[in-house]
């Protein structure tokens, strides 16, 4: 069965709040390749419906994640929007090793403390995998709002754990999203290298 197929059929057995969240989440991934401000109106209706999907799934970090998506849609709206100049946007940036090596030790310890209240003070479901990809989430998100382009390697490790949590949890269309997600990232990491080299051209 073809990948199309297999999305088709999962589509057909899942509630119309998740395909449509589903929908509007590949058209943000598509829009963001693009560098289109578009994408992140349709960040914003996805995130909104996954909000309370994934709280009837037990899966808490991963709705707060989505609930600040929200929030940063409204935030990348805004910084893509201003960041303009003299008709161009906002230009493709890359960050010192030393930022990323400072985040990834916060996002670390954040996720040992919010996996451990998790894990002693509710049901949640993988409290440890789903704090790290959630906080992980949060800080590539922000790398997205500000066009830095490691996102894209932050995102393949995110959406790769991210299908495995959510096939276990009957979210099998959002898993099905992220596996095209995961074949999507390539493009977006291509296409903002070409940006950037011809903006410093």
Known sequence: MSLLALIKDQAQAQSVPEVVAVLAAIAYLGFAIRQNIVCWIFAAISTAIYIWLFVTAKLYMESALNAFYLVMAGYGWTVWKTGRREGHDLPVVVWPLKAHLIAIGAVVSLSAVSGFL?????????PYVDSLTTWFAIWGTFLVARK?????????????????IYWSRDLHLTSL????YVIMIPF???SWT????RQEA
């Open 118 to 126: 998790l894990s002693s003070r509710s049901d949640a479901a993988f």
């Open 194 to 197: 070409r940006s950037m080299r």
């Open 188 to 190: 977006g990491l291509v």
């Open 148 to 164: 830095v382009l490691e996102n894209w390697w932050y995102w393949l490790v995110i959406d790769v754990a991210s299908v495995f």
């Open 177 to 180: 999203l992220f596996i095209v």
